[in-house]
Structures are given as C-alpha cells and as structure tokens.
C-alpha cells in the first residue's frame, strides 16, 4: 500500500512539473518598431514581446518569442514552428480563412505617409510609387485604391526599408499602420518633411477587426486561453503599464 501510495504521489509530483513546464511560442516579426524590433542583445523587444510575456504571466505558461518574417508567419504557424502568432496581425474576414483568431489586443488605424502638404484623394498617387509591407492589410488596400487609379504599389518584406525608400525619393509614399509611421519615421530626424497625409483609413473589409492572436485552424482551447488571459490583463492593470511604456495614448482602440 505504501508503494502504490508513493508511486502515486511521485506520478503526481510528475505531472505538475509537466505542468508547469508548459510552453507557448509566439511567432513574432522583428522588423516592425515599436511592436517589435531587435535589441541591443539581439533578442526581440518591444510592445507585441511584452504583450506576449504578460499573457504568459497571466496563464501561467513558459513564453517563447519566435522571429519570423511577416510573409512567413502563417506558414511558420501551420508547420508547426511556434503555437501563436502574436505580431500585429489584423483580424480580417480573408486572414480568418487561414487561422483562427483571439479578441484583439489593440487597434489603430492606418495613415499615408508622403511630402508635407500633399493632398491626398484616390488619385493623389496616378503614375507614382507606394511602398507597403508585403502581404499586409496596407498592402492590400494600396493596390485596390490608389493602384487601380494609376499607382504602383512597391512591397517591402520590412517596414524600415520603405521609409528609407520613401527618404531618398525611390518611393513617392509609404501606407502604414499610423503608430509605426509616427514613432519610427515621423518621430525620428529621418522624417523631417514628411507628415500624415489624407484621412484615417478604418475600413473593416480590408483593416479588421484590430490586432489578434493567431492560431491554427480549429485549435479553440488555445484561442479560450488567450481570451481569458487577454481579458485578465487588462483588468489587473498590467495592459496598461506596457502600453504605457510605448505610447501615450489608448492603443487598445474604441
């Protein structure tokens, strides 16, 4: 009887260090500042890295950031190298085909990015180049809006390169989600003579829902946990502190 007793208890022990090993691997893109980019240490930082180590906290779990490349992420994901993709990826109905999603964690809009003064309307850009981030909401909407009224859409695979494009006069434009336009351009001595040009654009069939967590096809309890742990951090105050840590203003969105 003590044996089984002991055996028991030892299978038990077991099992909750099993438990408490669990680890989930968020794949992440490192090229988009201030969401994520590479420190000093060469390791990821920034708002979806810390975003992605508050969750864990909150659901008890081992966090592992990934990199990957944008236009990789989904196929990363379905391959089975990393459990989440947690890099700004926003909810659409066409992505939604593809992956599952979480709630959103944020929400903001996107902005054109060109010469101070430049008046934007759909034929702003007839006969001259557009830069966006290759296989992003941006991108899309650049190639059916201002595309098909005569401009060229220019895809970059990191979002850095299109503003050093759009700096030397290789690009006419860059359309961005507007917090990255704003701290890694606007924001920088690379930007001055640049600014905002033209509206907010919001539109659902194209920009989503806001940002979400991606997972695999059918993987529920993931996207549950997620949920949850996106619902807790939020209510704890720890949403907050990283927001704050980055930007001045609700990220989360309306």
């Known amino acids: 009887m003590k044996k089984v007793l002991a055996l028991t208890a030892l299978t038990a022990s077991l099992f909750g260090m099993a438990?408490?090993?669990?680890?989930?691997?968020?794949?992440?893109?490192?090229n988009y500042p201030p969401f994520a980019k590479q420190?000093?240490?060469?390791?990821?930082?920034?708002?979806?890295?810390?975003?992605?180590?508050?969750?864990?906290?909150?659901?008890?779990?081992?966090?592992?950031?990934?990199?990957?490349?944008?236009?990789?992420?989904?196929?990363?994901?379905?391959?089975?190298?990393?459990?989440?993709?947690?890099?700004?990826?926003?909810?659409?109905?066409?992505?939604?085909?593809?992956v599952d999603f979480s709630n959103k964690y944020y929400h903001t809009p996107s902005r054109m990015i060109a010469k101070e003064g430049l008046k934007v309307d759909q034929?702003?850009?007839?006969?001259?180049?557009?830069?966006?981030l290759r296989a992003s909401t941006q991108e899309r909407f650049a190639k059916d809006y201002w595309g098909k009224a005569g401009a060229s859409v220019v895809s970059y695979g990191k979002t850095p390169e299109a503003f050093l494009d759009l700096r030397s006069g290789r690009i006419d434009g860059v359309f961005v989600d507007a917090t990255v336009g704003e701290?890694?351009?606007l924001k920088t001595p690379q930007g001055k003579g640049f600014a905002f040009v033209g509206p907010d654009?919001?539109?659902?069939?194209?920009?989503?829902?806001?940002?979400?967590?991606?997972?695999?096809?059918?993987?529920?309890?993931?996207?549950?946990?997620?949920?949850?742990?996106?619902?807790?951090?939020?209510?704890?105050?720890?949403?907050?502190?990283?927001?704050?840590?980055?930007?001045?203003?609700?990220?989360?969105?309306?």
């Open 19 to 30: 438990a408490q090993a669990e680890t989930i691997r968020f794949g992440i893109d490192g």
């Open 183 to 185: 701290l890694d351009f």
């Open 39 to 98: 420190g000093p240490d060469g390791k990821l930082q920034g708002f979806d890295v810390d975003i992605a180590y508050a969750l864990c906290g909150a659901m008890k779990v081992t966090c592992q950031i990934v990199p990957q490349d944008w236009d990789g992420l989904i196929p990363a994901l379905n391959a089975n190298k990393f459990d989440a993709i947690l890099s700004s990826m926003s909810i659409t109905d066409e992505r939604k085909k593809a």
């Open 123 to 132: 034929n702003a850009f007839k006969g001259k180049k557009i830069g966006a």
């Open 201 to 254: 654009y919001n539109e659902a069939k194209y920009f989503g829902y806001g940002a979400g967590i991606a997972v695999k096809k059918g993987n529920a309890a993931l996207v549950s946990r997620l949920n949850q742990a996106i619902d807790q951090i939020r209510k704890d105050g720890t949403y907050k502190k990283v927001q704050d840590k980055y930007f001045t203003f609700d990220v989360y969105g309306k």
